[in-house]
Each structure stands twice: as structure tokens, then as C-alpha cells.
């Protein structure tokens, strides 16, 4: 006999978002616990810093520390001298490319069709043509990468940042990309694929990714954290400037270029950058 068909289509989609509880129901812990204080002195701090729960946060951020330096920054050092790079671009390649259907729903959210089309090309090109993603054939077929997120997407629908949060493994934030977060992880196309290939791949994708992302950041925060009085707020103010770039760029004109900050995101948690 052929085995249920309840093992297969929208339960083991639901199944497969449902094995993400823990990391959105911490996710959507800390967006609730951030609230304008009522204190005046704390209120004027947080209208300078909008960071109303600095100390939760800068505590979450020093547990981020510690296993970013016990754990990731070990691995990702070892991948970086002991990988050929040729090997390291093919593996940024494919889990890049496993982020492709939900950029382009994100195009789509943000009328940007024509990007939403690129992006759409460039999954099947490279998922077909580049060896399920390992080669980026489409950036040389004049079909460049470009980023979209939730996050990104709230901004150009207009709504504001709110205040930091610092999220456990993934770094700073704020609550209006904590909640695109909960939206990137639910809606991503690929989690609704019947199977647990799709779902292994998916894992797979996400752990090279993120060892490949801390990888291509360890030159930057090495710096950074040498160099800053306070690497948290250091930290803090980059994120909230790179992200208002990206938003800048999501609302400007198909073909537009925004110039912003050039500096790649600072995130030393383990978890790929979120741009």
C-alpha cells in the first residue's frame, strides 16, 4: 500500500513550521517586553537610544557573545583557512540561493514585480543550470542578487522600527525586523514543500550559511571590537543604519541605486546576516 497522504502536502508544511516554535516564540517574547518607559530620566534615554530594555538586551548580547566566541567564531575561522574558497563560494552560493523564493515574495509584497521576476529567474536558472545553486550562472546571464526581507518590507509599507531588541542567536534588532523575522521564517516557499528532503536541505542550507556568514565577517568585528569604547552600542547603531539603507532601497525606483552605509552587517551571532 501507498503510505497516507497525510504524511505529505500542507500537514508536513505545518509540521515543519511548527518545529520552529521555540526560536519565534523567544522572538515574539522580547517584541513584547519592548515598551516605552514611564520614568523621565529612562523615557529621554530612550528617545536618544531607542532601546528601552538596554539592560535585557545588553544581557542577551553578552550571551550572544559568549557563544559567538566559544562556538561560532572557532568554526568559521577554522572554515576560512582550511576551506579552499572556491569550495567556500559554492557553499555561499547554495544557501544564497535557497533564500531566492522568499525574496521574491517579498519583491511581489513590495510591488516591485520586475524585481520579483529577476529574482524568480535567477532561483530556476541557478537551482537547474547552476547545480541546485552551487554556481551563480544567473549574476553572469545579466540577472543580478539583490536582498528583501520581511523587515525590509514593513519599512516600505511604511512602519516604523520601534525600539531595539536583542534577539538570542540572531543580534541586534529592532521590533518592527523581529516581527519580518517571524514573517521571513513562516512564509519561506520552500518550508510548504512535501517531504523531508526539502526540510534537511533546508537545515543544511542554514547552518553553512551561517558558519559561510561569520566567516565573511570575522575581519570586520575583529576591528570593530578592538576599536569601539562600547562594541554594543557599536553594534547597535551600524544595524539600525543598515537597515534604513535597505529600506531606502526597497522604496526607491526600479533600476535606482541608494548609496548607504557600505559596511557589512556587524552581526556576531550565530546566524547568517540578515543581509
Not at 55 to 83: L, S
Not at 99 to 123: C, H, K, M, Y
Not at 203 to 221: E, K, M, N
Request: aromatic share 8%; proline share 8%.
Amino acid at each position: 500500500m501507498r503510505p497516507s497522504a497525510s504524511k505529505s502536502g500542507p500537514l508536513s508544511a505545518v509540521a515543519a513550521v511548527l518545529t520552529r516554535g521555540p526560536a519565534i516564540g523567544s522572538i515574539l517574547f522580547l517584541v513584547a517586553c519592548a515598551h516605552a518607559p514611564t520614568d523621565p530620566e529612562a523615557r529621554a534615554a530612550y528617545d536618544s537610544a531607542n532601546d528601552p530594555a538596554e539592560p535585557t538586551n545588553r544581557t542577551i548580547f553578552a550571551g550572544n557573545q559568549f557563544v559567538d566566541r566559544n562556538a561560532m567564531q572557532p568554526v568559521a575561522r577554522a572554515y576560512e583557512e582550511y576551506v579552499p574558497s572556491g569550495v567556500r563560494k559554492s557553499i555561499h552560493n547554495f544557501a544564497s540561493n535557497l533564500r531566492e523564493p522568499g525574496i521574491a515574495v517579498n519583491d511581489a509584497l513590495q510591488a516591485n514585480f520586475s524585481r520579483a521576476w529577476n529574482t524568480t529567474q535567477r532561483f530556476v536558472i541557478n537551482t537547474t543550470v547552476g547545480g541546485a545553486g552551487l554556481f551563480d550562472v544567473a549574476s553572469d546571464w545579466n540577472r543580478p542578487h539583490h536582498d528583501a526581507d520581511f523587515g525590509q518590507t514593513f519599512g516600505v509599507w511604511g512602519i516604523g522600527t520601534g525600539p531595539s531588541v536583542q534577539l538570542p542567536l540572531f543580534g541586534p534588532s529592532n521590533v518592527r525586523d523581529t516581527v519580518g523575522k517571524v514573517g521571513d521564517i513562516l512564509a519561506n516557499p520552500l518550508s510548504f514543500i512535501p517531504g523531508g528532503a526539502m526540510s534537511t536541505i533546508e537545515i543544511a542550507g542554514g547552518g553553512v550559511g551561517a558558519v559561510d556568514g561569520r566567516a565573511d565577517l570575522l575581519s570586520t568585528t575583529d576591528k570593530l571590537e578592538n576599536t569601539s569604547l562600547d562594541y554594543y552600542v557599536t553594534l547597535r547603531s551600524m544595524q539600525a543604519q543598515r537597515r534604513a539603507a535597505f529600506v531606502d532601497e526597497g522604496k526607491a525606483p526600479p533600476g535606482h541605486v541608494v548609496i548607504g552605509p557600505i559596511t557589512p552587517s556587524p552581526d556576531v551571532t550565530p546566524a547568517p546576516a540578515a543581509r
